[in-house]
């Protein structure tokens, strides 16, 4: 019996909110081909108005289920009222559930034939991640691509990165689809077996080697401070911060490398010179390279959220993506003082250049991304070019004890696959971890903990296909197929209006 329109948006409403199931810190993969299956089956013979309508409610589900952490941060940390909060993540929720909607108004506008449904579905999924990866900024999270980090489709990472695992996954949906309308065409039929070959070719493709070691293994000491939150930019407790990160470094000086997060000191670079050449001198008389998160200022009144290199390393990396209200605060100078949320600490943040040169350590080369940074796939596929280590770096507390520092890892994990690095991933109060070439975390601090994370770490130079092309292969075949689809689909219409 068919459903009323009433269920069919409830239950795409669950289905979107089933997404986020397939991600961390659940990992149910399975989840996120059924959920876009479900879309996808709504979608059909729909007009634009409708596929739009539909599309936003599934994005409503994904995102309210998915970045539920925004209310977290805003209540727990932004000193704001919980209506308030409540109020703004629903309406963050719903901003990108229209974005994510927006390009589903094709699917209207494609043949609705079982062919055209399994070649444009997918693409149009694809063109929907990547419009939100760029619009306002973006917001590249919760691809479904990413459900496949330990899967065998993540064998295809380091060729066309998680848009490809999400496109792959599309398919899968569209198949499946079709087999419950019990549609056994050719293009049904094809489309399946291409499915169970890119998942055996993934499996295949895991063991390639796309880069090589290039030196010994380095020790590294990744420090993960705890500071709270609420305490980090008190003034009367910059001196004491300071002297707790010396504290628990004082044990590691011998090690090659030696990780401070995001902000991990709450001054700003002109203010604390003395302390900044104590550090150089104690790295260069340890042979020592130190790497820390500082805000810095310039001659020309700007301030960035930067990594600074010192000891036996060199470099600075000021941040390029910056989070809006928590870095800047778009439309400054109407909305500053009307609420706490708006007038947080550091968020008065200037972009950094780009194409910047990378950090160098211990002789190695380190692509750096702080933060939010790390979830722009091509962004660091273009930083990565010529290092041979990966680093990010977090300050995750803004979430509390929420699933969004477990999808921040996992997002770090897929930028290492994708470029075949090795990554060092530190933060204040975790997840602070050491990730291989492969994806693969093999050390790690518990969250919330105070501590400081030591192994080694094998520098690995080379290219894989996604390091030298990025997202641009799939971007521009999904492109390419949904306007042929539509242009297809007009044709077909005038020949049936001259008849």
């Not at 977290?72 to 009222?81: C, L």
């Not at 030196?215 to 609420?230: F, G, T, Y």
């Amino acid at each position: 019996m068919p459903l009323t329109q009433l269920q069919t948006y409830i239950a795409l409403l669950v289905a979107g909110a089933a997404l986020p199931l397939s991600l961390a810190p659940f990992s149910l993969w399975p989840i996120a081909i059924a959920s876009m299956a479900a879309l996808f089956m709504a979608l059909q013979n729909q007009s634009a108005g409708q596929a739009f309508k539909r599309a936003t409610i599934y994005g409503f589900g994904l995102f309210g289920v998915g970045a539920s952490w925004v209310y977290v941060s805003m209540y727990n940390f932004g000193g704001v009222s919980m209506i308030f909060a409540i109020v703004g993540t629903i309406l963050f929720c719903l901003l990108l559930a229209i974005l994510f909607a927006l390009p589903f108004i094709c699917s209207a506008w494609i043949p609705q034939c079982a062919p055209s449904q399994l070649l444009g579905l997918p693409t149009i999924w694809v063109i929907s991640e990547w419009f939100r990866s760029w619009i306002l900024t973006g917001f590249p999270w919760l691809y479904a691509g990413y459900s496949h980090t330990d899967t065998w489709l993540n064998g295809w990472a380091p060729i066309g990165g998680v848009l490809l695992l999400s496109y792959f996954s599309a398919v899968a949906a569209a198949v499946l689809v079709q087999l419950l309308q019990r549609r056994l065409c050719n293009a049904t039929i094809l489309s399946g077996s291409l499915v169970i070959a890119v998942f055996i070719g993934g499996c295949g493709l895991q063991k390639v080697s796309w880069t090589e070691a290039v030196s010994e293994p380095l020790s590294v000491a990744l420090v993960q401070p705890n500071v709270n939150q609420k305490d980090r930019w008190g003034p009367d407790k910059r001196d004491k911060a300071l002297k707790d990160l010396l504290a628990q470094t004082e044990p590691y000086w011998d090690a090659d490398i030696i990780i401070w997060p995001e902000s991990a000191i709450p001054a700003l670079k002109s203010q604390i010179p003395d302390y900044l050449m104590a550090l150089d001198k104690r790295g260069k008389l340890n042979q020592t390279a130190l790497i820390t998160g500082i805000p810095t200022d310039t001659i020309r009144g700007h301030y960035h959220n930067s990594m600074l290199a010192v000891g036996d390393a060199f470099g600075q990396y000021d941040k390029t993506r910056l989070v809006p209200f928590g870095e800047y605060v778009p439309i400054e100078s109407l909305v500053r003082g009307l609420n706490n949320f708006f007038d947080l600490p550091m968020s008065s943040f200037a972009l950094g250049e780009k194409n910047q040169s990378p950090l160098v350590a211990k002789g190695q080369k380190i692509a750096t991304a702080i933060c939010y940074e790390i979830v722009y796939p091509d962004l660091v596929s273009s930083n990565s070019r010529d290092t041979s280590i990966l680093l990010t770096t977090s300050n995750d507390a803004w979430f509390g004890n929420s699933i969004a520092p477990h999808q921040h890892m996992q997002m770090a994990r897929m930028r290492a696959i994708e470029n075949a690095k090795p990554l060092m991933r530190g933060t204040n109060n975790g997840i602070t971890a050491l990730v291989d070439h492969k994806g693969t975390i093999y050390r790690k601090l518990e969250q919330f903990s105070t501590g400081v994370l030591t192994g080694q770490l094998v520098p690995r130079t080379g290219e894989t296909p996604f390091n030298r092309l990025g997202s641009w292969p799939i971007i521009i075949f999904s492109l390419l197929v949904t306007a042929a689809l539509v242009i297809s689909a007009i044709r077909q219409r005038k020949i049936g209006v001259l008849k």
